[in-house]
């Protein structure tokens, strides 16, 4: 996301968002009901268990994944911490024929996709571009350019559009990214071309260090409905309210309706990145009050309060994520470790004199360590 650095520490309400309309919530933060959601939440037990697994799963697998960046073995983590009920909801409310145009933290997904953590972890130890094929999970690799994917993905609502089948695409995104030139242009040829896709942004509250507050002065929700668009905002940390939001707006884009927006207000629990400090610009006050939202917790309470989990059910998941954690670092060790000669063939088609003097150069530099 873009950011810019600040000086000192600011949060996230810091300057009012004015206008910023309905949030829809299911579960309150303390697991019980809101009667007033506004939404069609037709909650069964095997979704709500099935959600609290696969967050409790891709929450282990992101733990993990964090350590292995500590420990040296990924170049490069974006946390999803905190972001599970965002991700599993707004998935689950896709066809497995629906196209999955992600930005690059969307790893609850492409668990739901069914995704190796080979594929995962690939990109991040710089042993590939993009660890799967994009058609056999009809889901498109990791787009590290801000914001680029939202064009990528209209371009091919557009072609199914064209196709006249019954696909819809869905493409995730942060708040900082809504603030990119390629984003806005998304929207506005999605609402002009009556393609079939649906936005979603993870409104996590900070692009890098800048807050959500400073890059807007309405709510995402509200800009996007300007474009054209069939926009909602909801609780992203209810996974049962932004499941049945996001299969509201699915519904009526694959019936034929205007492109849809989902604006899943969230947070970012960890940093932007494992390169980012994010104690240098928010405070722990407000870690803690988001941190009292965790959508985990929610879920649980809420199957607790119904006795719909019980606990070998839940001893049976912890098992699962543990093995899925063990199978996380072995396929992350397992791994070519990438070598930084592999750059000079992988930067130009063609081979140039000047490409060619600087291999020279670093292997020259690298062989007087021997």
């Known amino acids: 996301m873009t950011g810019r650095a600040v000086s000192g520490r600011s949060t996230a309400a810091e300057v009012p968002v004015r206008a ?19 939404l069609d939440v037709r909650v069964a037990p095997e979704l709500a268990r099935s959600c609290y697994r696969e967050m409790v799963l891709a929450r282990r697998f992101d733990q993990e994944a964090y350590h292995l960046q500590r420990q040296g073995e990924l170049g490069l983590w974006l946390s ?77 609502a557009m072609g199914v559009r064209l196709d006249g089948t019954d696909e819809v695409v869905l493409t995730y995104f942060g708040d900082g990214a809504t603030s990119q030139g390629d984003v806005n242009e998304a929207f506005n040829w999605a609402a002009v071309t009556g393609s079939p896709i649906v ?30 668009l069939d926009a909602v905002s909801v609780d992203g940390n209810d996974v049962l309210a932004v499941h049945a939001a996001t299969l509201a707006v699915v519904d009526r884009v694959r019936a034929g309706g205007a492109p849809g927006f989902v604006e899943a207000r969230t947070y970012r629990m960890a940093g932007h990145s494992t390169s980012d400090d994010p104690t240098r610009y928010r405070d722990t006050e407000e870690t803690q009050r988001w941190q009292a939202r965790d959508p985990l917790n929610r879920l649980r309470t809420y199957l607790d309060n119904n006795a719909w989990s019980d606990p070998s059910w839940l001893a049976d998941l912890d098992e699962e994520a543990d093995q899925l954690a063990a199978d996380a670092r072995a396929a992350c060790l397992g791994l070519p470790e990438p070598r930084l000669e592999d750059v000079f063939d992988a930067t130009l088609v063609h081979k140039t004199a000047a490409l060619a003097a600087e291999r020279a150069s670093y292997t020259a530099y690298e062989e007087s360590f021997l």
């Open 80 to 156: 999803s911490r905190g972001q599970e009920a965002a991700q599993v909801g707004s998935a689950r409310a896709l066809r497995e024929t629906d196209w999955i145009f992600p930005a690059y933290r969307e790893h609850a997904v492409g668990l739901l996709r069914g995704l190796s953590p080979t594929e995962l972890l690939s990109q991040w130890r710089g042993c590939s571009h993009g660890g799967w094929d994009p058609a056999l999970y009809r889901m498109h690799i990791y787009s590290l350019v801000l914001g680029t994917q939202t064009l990528h993905a209209t371009g091919y």
């Open 199 to 228: 936005f979603f942004c993870q409104n996590n509250q900070w692009a890098i260090s800048t807050p959500a507050a400073k890059q807007t002065a309405t709510a995402f929700s509200r800009r996007a409905a300007g474009f054209g």
């Open 20 to 38: 910023e309309g309905v949030m829809h919530q299911f579960l309150r933060p303390d697991g019980t009901v809101n009667p007033d959601c506004g």
